[in-house]
Antibody
Framework: EVQLVESGGGLVKPGGSLRLSCAASGFNFTDGWMNWVRQAPGKGLEWVGRIKSKADGGTTDYAAFVTGRFTISRDDSKRTLYLQMNSLETEDTGVYYC?????WGQGTTVTVSS | SYELTQPPSVSVSPGQTARITCSGDALPKKYAYWSQHKSGQAPVLVIYEDSKRPSWIPERFSGSSSGTMATLTISGAQVDDESDYYCFSTDSGGNHWVFGGGTKLTVL
């Protein structure tokens, strides 16, 4: 079954850190360019960033609001995508999805609150 | 920063044709994609590269693009098609993706 499963969400205080994971199965993860997309409560979908496949350089690009706080990485041997989030702000609260745009995970919820 | 503009809402009766538009300055050179997102569920890709439909999406979904506007058309809309729909595309540089604000489709 083609699947992406996110984990690692939770409650964190402003200024704190969190690492999200996304486990892939059932498709060629290694060749995929993978993205993180989020949705704040009551708001629309918002692209966070992307990592290319290792074969295409493995480079990353981020939305402007990331401002150096987030890092996307991948471990192809574990078929897993990561999102390291530092200096979290209340505005980062939302559901975070991993996706190659064909396949989407169910999302993991991040709440930034004191 | 680059923006894609969608109408906040579209409403049709069952069996009618629903059209959702998406405007952006880079669309003449960049593909538009469309996703369906129902509350509490994972988004689903319904159209890619302006007009291509994944094999699992019903034929009543179609897409087109002309100039700075892309359009998602649902022919013979069904109650089950009620959802938020998002267009998304890259900026002119191709390295940053942008989502439109989303359109709530009501079928009743």
């Amino acid at each position: 079954e083609v699947q992406l499963v996110e984990s690692g969400g939770g409650l964190v205080k402003p200024g704190g850190s969190l690492r999200l994971s996304c486990a892939a199965s059932g498709f060629n993860f290694t060749d995929g360019w993978m993205n993180w997309v989020r949705q704040a409560p009551g708001k629309g979908l918002e692209w966070v960033g992307r990592i290319k496949s290792k074969a295409d350089g493995g480079t990353t690009d981020y939305a402007a609001f990331v401002t150096g706080r987030f890092t996307i990485s991948r471990d192809d041997s574990k078929r897993t995508l990561y999102l390291q989030m530092n200096s979290l702000e209340t505005e980062d609260t939302g559901v975070y999805y991993c996706t190659d745009f064909d396949v989407w995970g169910q999302g993991t919820t991040v709440t930034v609150s004191s | 920063s680059y923006e894609l503009t969608q109408p906040p809402s579209v409403s049709v009766s069952p069996g009618q044709t629903a059209r959702i538009t998406c405007s952006g300055d880079a669309l003449p050179k960049k593909y538009a994609y469309w996703s369906q997102h129902k509350s509490g569920q994972a988004p689903v890709l319904v159209i890619y590269e302006d007009s291509k439909r994944p094999s699992w999406i019903p034929e009543r979904f179609s897409g087109s693009s002309s100039g700075t506007m892309a359009t998602l058309t649902i022919s013979g809309a069904q109650v089950d098609d009620e959802s938020d729909y998002y267009c998304f595309s890259t900026d002119s540089g191709g390295n940053h993706w942008v989502f439109g604000g989303g359109t709530k489709l009501t079928v009743l």
